[in-house]
């Protein structure tokens, strides 16, 4: 219920400026994301590019400003170019939400963001690195993996995103395990109806692992998202009955949640890469991350009540 009213505020304006205002917040915004511009992004992610891979994201979502969508194109190709510039792009993808690049445009939304993420993908490809597209919520799944199959026709080792707690993924794992696809594998982190998604923590996680299970036994490159270590082990045990090496597969967590759990998986030379958001959009992103630990909600109300 906590984490379901944390993802409607992060859709109140009321709320947004209540949280964008309050400086007492700033820590523990800062833990989750990487700094407000690309500068802060690129030290962050040259830090940890020493031991583990990344991936940037400019935070934004649910444009329905056409100029704001092109905004987002810029910022990617710029932090792209200065990937390259600096040697980082092997080590440094990108990760990208169609809805900041214009897929809920009223007019022609799918073909603006499919020719903006074109364009990124073309930049990153120039860099010498990849794109990953995020996943929204469900109303938008399908638009997204249409988008995503189009793009990998032009731009083929295009990743995006599935997540375990929608009954279809499982179907979209088996039409995704096909070579050269590069599936991140996640929980979910939308608040999404009985009628499409799992709700309880043990129907997600058993969906997980029935979706890693296709994912390890198919042909692509799975990206293990998750912080939960039970799913991890699972995911090793998996890599290794399916005759998966080191570099076949990946772990995926996001920057700020499990640091040492992601220095200890590379430490033991599994490929690790985190999730570094960075931007002046940091509220959505923030809120859902709140409502993923009750003990980030008790800090959140501390630092709110002795402001
Ligand atoms: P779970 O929520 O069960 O957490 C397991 C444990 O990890 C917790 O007990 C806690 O200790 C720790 N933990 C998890 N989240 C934490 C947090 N925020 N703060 C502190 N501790 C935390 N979702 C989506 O819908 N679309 C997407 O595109 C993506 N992309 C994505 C990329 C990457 C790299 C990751 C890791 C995750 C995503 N997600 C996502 C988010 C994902 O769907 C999910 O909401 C979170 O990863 C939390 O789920 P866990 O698998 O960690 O399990």
Known sequence: MLRSALIAASRSPGCRSLVERTPVLRPI?????????????????????????????????????????????????????????????????????????????????????????????????????????????????????TLVRELRADFPATGTVLQAYLKRTAGDCADFAVPGSRIRLCKGAYDEPASVAYRTKSEVDASYVRCLKILMNGDGYPMVATHDTRLIDVATMLAEQTGRGRDDYEFQMLYGVRPQVQTQLARRGLRMRVYVPYGTEWYPYFMRRLGERPANVAFFLQALTRR
């Open 29 to 145: 915004v800062d833990r989750f994301v990487a700094g407000r511009g690309i500068d802060d992004a690129m030290r962050v992610a040259r830090t940890i590019a020493a031991d583990r891979l990344v991936s940037l994201d400019h935070l934004g979502e649910d444009t329905l400003d056409r100029a704001q969508a092109e905004r987002t194109v810029e910022a990617y190709r710029t932090a792209l170019r200065r990937l390259g510039e600096v040697g980082l792009a092997p080590r440094v993808e990108v990760s990208v939400k169609l809805s900041a690049l214009g897929q809920a445009l009223p007019a022609d939304g799918e073909k603006i963001a499919l020719e903006n993420t074109r364009r990124i993908c073309a930049a990153a490809a120039e860099a010498g690195t990849t794109v990953t597209v995020d996943m929204e919520d469900h109303t938008t799944t399908d638009s997204t993996l």
